[in-house]
């Protein structure tokens, strides 16, 4: 997931979808440990999506304006 879409996202989407994913990893690493994961990447990619997430929450929190994609500053 991109940034700029976790961005246009709204913080009751993100908690939504960080705690979707958090179930979706706890699948993987169990389908790890069952031998059933063939490609252990995207136990990687799932963490730093959650981090993404997480990290634009705690930006909203403390009123931490962010540059966009196209380097215009984020509308509050």
């Known amino acids: 997931m991109k940034m700029f879409e976790i961005r246009q996202m709204t913080d009751e ?8 994913e958090e179930n979706n990893l706890v699948d993987l ?8 994961l063939t490609n252990t990447a995207k136990i990687k990619l799932t963490r730093r999506d959650i981090a993404r997430m997480k990290t634009v929450l705690r930006e909203r929190e403390l009123g931490i304006e962010r540059k966009t994609d196209s380097g215009k500053k984020e509308e509050k």
């Open 13 to 20: 989407e993100l908690k939504k979808r960080i705690i979707e």
């Open 29 to 36: 690493r169990f389908a790890l440990a069952t031998k059933q």
